[in-house]
């Protein structure tokens, strides 16, 4: 199945904006939707976005209605999750995939949003965007011009031409490789193994990040994905932001030692430094498209990721 780049957008498009997860901060929200109004897009809100059912912004089905309504109203031309937190996985099996293959937009958001890319592109292959949510990220006062800038990949062709220059870069085992980029959250990536919807990596490269997690459950993960044979099967490894994730124990590993274990275990290429993920400011890339990486230069180039 070919890979399907959504449409690029132009001034005056109508964005929706969808809380698959968690019920976002509003007032963060509210700053976000002026950041894209800011941009020349018009706003429409999911009905469930304000919803409140414990740590869910509405019930499954509420949430799921949202994201069909927009992905079949063809007046929107691309969907922007508010927020992540908890809740995708909880929708993959009621997602109608033919309303999304026969209906492709771009599809924007990271965090939990890892289960959706994921469901997504495998059932689809529709190229979807790991970037900055806006009740979680562009609302905040204290935002990285870097991370807004992001967005404007959505308007023209643009390469990511990742060096030093971003942020400093870390050799973990040297070598190229290039293949579609996918991933996202470590933890959302683990929770599809033995599930439909259980991530792909033969001759992928495969990104990594995650937040709030002890080196110890990093490790849990990454050797459950190591034991799947995830990593062997992966062309190289991406590591991006791994934000607080500090032992709390005296007695521990550090996030690097735990990493660089499971990265020479797979004898793949591998850079970490990237920041992607749970990070200030936060660079925004597509997922599904060719991406190559060289640790010898210590460069990752990723195509772009609209028509």
Known sequence: ??????SRLKKGDLVGIIAPASPPNLENLERGIHFLKSLGLKVKIGKSVKNINGYLAGTDEERVEDLHEMFLDHEVKAIICACGGYGTGRLAKKIDFEI?????????GYSDITFLHTAIYQKTRLVTFHGPMLGSDIGKEDTHPLSKDGFLQLFEQRKLDYTEQ???L???????????????????LVSTLGTPFEIDTKGKLLFIEDINEEPRA???MLNQLYLAGKLHEANGIIIGDFCDCTP???LSLSLDEVIHHYMKLANKPAIGGFQIGHCNPHIAIPLGVHAEMDTFEKRLVVESGIL
């Not at 199945?1 to 959504?6: L, S, W």
């Not at 999304?100 to 924007?108: H, S, V």
């Open 100 to 108: 999304i293959k026969k209906n492709p937009k771009i599809f924007w």
């Open 248 to 250: 709390k124990r005296e």
């Open 170 to 188: 870390t050799v973990v085992v040297e070598g190229k490789a290039s293949g579609p980029i996918i991933g996202g959250n470590l933890s959302l």
């Open 1 to 6: 199945m070919c890979i399907v780049k959504p």
């Open 166 to 168: 971003l942020s400093l």
């Open 218 to 220: 990093v490790d849990r």
